[in-house]
């Protein structure tokens, strides 16, 4: 028997807006996923922003969008929007960390942002 239960969100309807967030130790530059958007990142974001690093999420160039405004662009317009987004975090932050998602492979978290996230938000 089929649930009756309908979901109310639907693909694609979430926040896509880019994120920053003003910190006090270092920064870290999140990147979203070829096709993706600030949406998909946004608690990591949020964790890192309360565990007191600042945050920068792009918007990266022709993503969140559409299919044509995606195919417009290429690596050196992506490549702008990220750069864009570590000056800055540069200007306000001592040392920039980088993060990025790549076809949802794991990522090597450097110790700093680990311990943060283990205290569920609270600075190492």
Known sequence: MMSSVRSTRHAGTGDKSPIFIPGKGAGVLCL???????????????ALGAAGFAVSAPMLAGHGESALALAAT??????????AALDRLRHGAYRVVLDGEIY????PFPEEIKKALAKGGEKA
């Open 32 to 46: 979203h996923g070829f096709t993706g958007t600030p949406y998909e990142i946004a608690p990591l974001a949020r």
């Open 74 to 83: 290429r690596w050196p317009d992506w490549l702008a929007s990220a750069e």
């Open 104 to 107: 949802r492979a794991p990522r």
